[in-house]
């Protein structure tokens, strides 16, 4: 079965930084393509980016490159993806998910909240 | 930037109804649509890959049709499980894009 778990969400102020992890289990996690996406509490989805598996580069590819605004890495050692939330404002406030980036084998995981206030 | 608008924003429909959801792309998008339902509290779920190809475990009540900029979920008979926030999105063209939702409510 595969599982996708978030952590890493929380409380931040504004102009701060965040570091969000995805644990995968149950895929070949070396071959995956995996996402980030975005939800503010109550509205609907964004896509924020996706890695490409190391054999197919390991590029990071955003939906709006910001300088340094979102960065996506893995670690195919141990099975991790992550996404660097920096200069993080209000409107950044959402609940993160990472997903595989295959519609044929399309998983989500839960979600990490992330808070941004004063 | 490839905009999805879906409508309607609501529809209100009681459990046995047919209900037709549209997503409509400011460009083409070839036949890379999919879509997503959502529950409160829950991650989405893949339904309908490629415009009108089922994900794993979808009931044959939920179909997918259309091309190009205009596309269809339809759900043929409503369960009570089928009461929630439905997305579509595009693969299509970069960045991948999501519509703004249609929630399918009882009425």
């Known amino acids: 079965e595969v599982q996708l778990v978030e952590s890493g969400g929380g409380l931040v102020k504004p102009g701060g930084s965040l570091r969000l992890s995805c644990e995968a289990s149950g895929l070949t996690f070396s071959d995956a393509w995996m996402s980030w996406a975005r939800q503010v509490p109550g509205k609907g989805l964004q896509w924020i980016g996706r890695?490409?598996?190391?054999?197919?580069?390991?590029?990071?590819e955003y939906a709006a490159p910001k300088e340094g605004k979102f960065i996506i890495s893995r670690d195919d050692s141990k099975n991790m993806m992550y996404l660097q939330l920096n200069s993080l404002q209000i409107e950044d406030t959402a609940v993160y998910f990472c997903t595989t980036d295959d519609w044929r084998w399309d998983y989500w995981g839960q979600g990490t909240l992330v808070t941004v206030s004063p | 930037e490839t905009v999805l608008t879906q409508s309607p924003a609501t529809l209100s429909l009681s459990p046995g109804e047919r209900a037709t959801l549209s997503c409509r792309a400011s460009?083409?998008?070839?036949?890379?649509l999919g879509w997503y339902q959502q529950k409160p509290g829950q991650a989405p779920r893949l339904l309908i890959y490629?415009?009108?190809n089922r994900a794993t475990g979808i009931p044959a009540r939920f179909t997918g049709s259309g091309s190009g900029t205009d596309f269809t979920l339809t759900i043929s008979g409503l369960e009570p499980e089928d009461f929630a926030v439905y997305y579509c999105q595009q693969r299509g063209s970069w960045p991948r894009t999501f519509g703004q939702g249609t929630k399918v409510e009882f009425k």
């Open positions: 890695i490409k598996s190391k054999t197919n580069g390991g590029t990071a």
């Open positions: 490629d415009t009108s």
């Open positions: 460009q083409s998008v070839s036949s890379s």
